[in-house]
């Protein structure tokens, strides 16, 4: 389990989606009953997710993705990743093809919230470059 303190629980292990994660990671809820799902996705160091897209209509599908412990990488298709640690926060635009996870050296957790509505889906598509994910900074 992690080895940092973090304000959410980690969860159980996210094995219904580790088919699109390189390493381990665990997802637990932390709102269901509203109109915005929450997620607390916490990544054991090394570990992120495929590149993938969040669909929706209307402003639907939008990604927020809010740091609360360790420190991690998102990166938007076309764009430099971006270095996260607690308090930072990435907007991924609903049909922007983008991944993220935890940098090399360390555990990751962030909240994953989705706007609601029309059409929200998620396509997972090919892993990350190995090589530019080795190129980054690790902790």
Partial sequence: MPAFDQPFATGEPNDAFAQYFTGRSYLAPVSTDSSVVVSN??????????????HGVDGAGDQ????TAGSGWAQ?????????????????????KHWHGAKAGS???HLAFITPGEGV???????????????????
Avoid: K, Q
């Avoid at 996705?41 to 969040?54: A, D, Q």
């Avoid at 927020?64 to 740091?67: A, E, W, Y």
């Avoid at 430099?80 to 640690?85: G, K, L, R």
């Avoid at 997972?124 to 980054?136: C, H, K, M, R, S």
């Fill in 76 to 96: 938007l298709e076309g764009e430099e990743p971006i270095s996260m640690v607690p308090g930072t926060v990435v907007r991924v635009p609903a049909g922007t």
């Fill in 107 to 109: 555990w990751f957790s």
């Fill in 41 to 54: 996705v916490t990544f054991e160091p090394g570990c992120i997710n495929h590149w993938h897209v969040h």
């Fill in 121 to 139: 889906s998620n396509e997972w598509l090919e892993p990350v470059d190995t090589e530019l994910y080795a190129a980054l900074p690790v902790g």
């Fill in 64 to 67: 927020v993705l809010m740091c």
